[in-house]
């Protein structure tokens, strides 16, 4: 594994402060935590969105906090130094500050997380208050939030009224004074991410889907790769189409089982003569 320095919090503002683009995606796997470890990926998001990715269930609410406790834990042994952040699934923080800081607190200590994520605006800004005083790292996530999809009418972009725009530059700003190190903004407008980059102070802003202008850009790794087949969202740009390589290597391989030209010689073990002709006088063959 090619070695670079541990991403830590300060290293991540400086980033802000030099004005370089934060890179950060999901990743639910050891395999693909080790790829994007050698990309040099400097954040990673075990996103409660491995209950649609990875497991194929229709929505991120069944999932569980030993689901992502287990993905997490796969995620860091392929990735040392990324800053690997924890996605607080469904009814994990939502019922308490207590829950919150406990759940929080799992991350950290079975997953060697370096911080959480949580949705929601100024009303759950106690909740980011708590885990914070507990000495954990956590971020907002504005917008669109799949946990309250149902809530807001489906995955649609947010903040395009002004109204709604205001609440959400609201709700960053009670994020960022509950202590939040940084906002997730998924699915906003442009301009408001823009406007509401240009008010962080003590915290940076992150886009999945809300335009150019935060300190980094957030993109879902199944997205990228074609790999999750019910929807492509507009955002997500296909960088390379895995889907189709794997699906032709698997039309491959089932042809050639059937066929029988796989195995071939280079692909199976063999035995020394001598040891094969002994093993069948033991045999009485
Ligand atoms: O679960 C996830 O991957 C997320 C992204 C949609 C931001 O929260």
């Known amino acids: 594994m090619t070695e670079r320095k541990k991403v830590?919090?300060?290293?991540?503002?400086?980033?802000?402060?030099?004005?370089?683009?934060?890179?950060?995606?999901?990743?639910?796997?050891?395999?693909?935590?080790?790829?994007q470890e050698q990309a040099g990926i400097d954040m990673i998001l075990v996103g409660d969105s491995l209950g649609m990715t990875m497991l194929g269930y229709e929505s991120t609410l069944p999932v569980t906090m030993d689901d992502m406790i287990r993905h997490t834990q796969a995620v860091r042994r392929g990735t040392p130094n990324a800053f690997l952040v924890g996605d607080m699934p469904y009814m994990s923080y939502q019922p308490s500050i207590e829950t919150a800081i406990r759940n929080a607190g799992r991350f950290m200590a079975e997953a060697s997380c370096d911080g959480i994520k949580l949705e929601g605006g100024a009303e759950m800004a106690d909740r980011i208050h708590g885990i914070v005083a507990a000495g954990i790292p956590a971020m907002g996530h504005l917008g669109l939030t799949?946990?309250?999809?149902?809530?807001?009418?489906?995955?649609?972009?947010?903040?395009?009224?002004?109204?709604?725009?205001?609440?959400?530059?609201?709700?960053?700003?009670?994020?960022?004074?509950?202590?939040?190190?940084?906002?997730?903004?998924?699915?906003?407008?442009?301009?408001?991410?823009?406007?509401?980059?240009?008010?962080?102070?003590?915290?940076?802003?992150?886009?999945?889907?809300?335009?150019?202008?935060?300190?980094?850009?957030?993109?879902?790794?199944?997205?990228?790769?074609?790999?999750?087949?019910?929807?492509?969202?507009?955002?997500a740009k296909v960088f390379g189409n895995a889907g189709e390589v794997i699906l032709n290597g698997l039309k491959q391989y089932v042809q050639e089982v059937s066929e029988s030209t796989f195995p071939q010689p280079e692909n199976w073990f063999g035995m020394p003569d001598e040891e094969y002709e002994e093993l069948l006088k033991m045999l009485g063959e």
């Open 8 to 35: 830590t919090l300060p290293r991540l503002f400086k980033k802000v402060s030099d004005g370089q683009p934060i890179t950060w995606l999901t990743c639910y796997d050891y395999p693909t935590a080790y790829l």
């Open 146 to 235: 799949p946990q309250s999809v149902s809530a807001l009418g489906g995955y649609r972009v947010q903040g395009k009224g002004a109204l709604q725009a205001k609440k959400i530059i609201d709700d960053a700003k009670a994020l960022e004074q509950a202590g939040a190190f940084a906002i997730l903004l998924e699915m906003v407008p442009d301009r408001l991410c823009e406007l509401i980059t240009k008010r962080a102070e003590n915290c940076f802003i992150m886009s999945l889907g809300s335009g150019p202008h935060a300190h980094g850009q957030l993109l879902i790794y199944h997205d990228m790769f074609g790999l999750y087949p019910r929807f492509k969202p507009r955002m």
